[in-house]
């Protein structure tokens, strides 16, 4: 659709993969959560088989040496990375107007900006060339573009998962996560990338719930409160 979503793409090596997933199902193998499901990965987080470029030029020749610890539970769940998505330049801003790899289009209208900083992400699952795609967010780089492109974005809780692999922004507030079509989406995306990492020193060793039993809200005792004012005038 001429959004300029990807940084990296590579359509033969994301065929053969998907080939390499119909011999599986067909040998009588059990499948992953994720099996043959290809998965657009924000170009800020670390991939083996792809350059990662944090969307700047200075980076553009950088091959990691593994997978980020959530890519490679991913593709255990038998994910497909389907490329690199572009970004704002090292995740630095709200338009996704890349001046190393050109501007991401909002899929609404082109003359508009699809939000940033993870553009690409969201641009690629709005105009569904994916189901659901990685994003990264510290300021509101998920959850912004997840509005402009009117899909569901995710921002986990702090230490919920894995952030080894992930070039980082503010160590602080750094996130990683789902940008998906749906909650029911974003809850199997999070089934198989939550959970404590040792090499991620503020990954926390919470148990991790089925997220996909949390669609189910117990209603029972519930209450509702209503703001008697904004938090900040105008909001």
Same mark, same amino acid.
Not at 99 to 127: E, H, M, Q
Not at 162 to 173: D, I, P, Q, Y
């Given at each position: 659709r001429n959004l300029n979503a990807f940084i990296t793409l590579e359509p033969e090596r994301v065929l053969e993969a998907a080939r390499a997933a119909d011999r599986l199902l067909a040998s009588g193998a059990e499948p992953g959560l994720l099996h043959g499901l290809p998965i657009p990965v924000k170009d800020s987080v670390n991939t083996k088989d792809y350059p990662t470029t944090a969307g700047t030029r200075a980076l553009q020749a950088f091959h990691p040496a593994e997978d980020a610890e959530l890519v490679r539970r991913l593709t255990d769940a038998g994910a497909i990375v389907m490329g690199?998505?572009?970004?704002?330049?090292?995740?630095?801003?709200?338009?996704?107007?890349?001046?190393?790899?050109?501007?991401?289009?909002?899929?609404?209208?082109?003359?508009?900006? %699809?939000?940033?900083?993870?553009?690409?992400?969201?641009?690629?699952?709005?105009?569904?060339?994916?189901?659901?795609?990685?994003?990264?967010?510290?300021?509101?780089?998920?959850?912004? %573009?997840?509005?402009?492109?009117?899909?569901?974005g995710?921002? %986990?809780?702090?230490?919920?998962?894995?952030?080894?692999?992930?070039?980082?922004?503010?160590?602080?507030?750094?996130?990683?996560? %789902?940008?998906?079509?749906s909650v029911a989406d974003s809850a199997f995306v999070m089934?198989?990338?939550a959970g404590h990492d040792p090499r991620d020193s503020t990954s926390a060793p919470y148990p991790v719930p089925d997220y996909t039993r949390s669609l189910i809200p117990d209603l029972k005792n519930l209450r509702i409160g209503i703001p008697r004012e904004y938090f900040v005038e105008g909001m």
């Open positions: 690199k998505t572009n970004i704002h330049e090292l995740s630095f801003g709200f338009t996704s107007n890349n001046l190393a790899f050109g501007a991401v289009r909002n899929p609404y209208d082109k003359s508009r900006i %699809p939000g940033g900083s993870s553009g690409g992400s969201t641009a690629a699952v709005a105009t569904d060339e994916a189901i659901y795609a990685l994003g990264s967010d510290t300021g509101g780089s998920i959850r912004q %573009p997840a509005g402009f492109c009117s899909v569901v995710l921002k %986990p809780t702090y230490g919920r998962v894995s952030r080894f692999g992930l070039v980082a922004f503010a160590s602080s507030l750094d996130q990683i996560g %789902p940008v998906t079509k089934n198989v990338i």
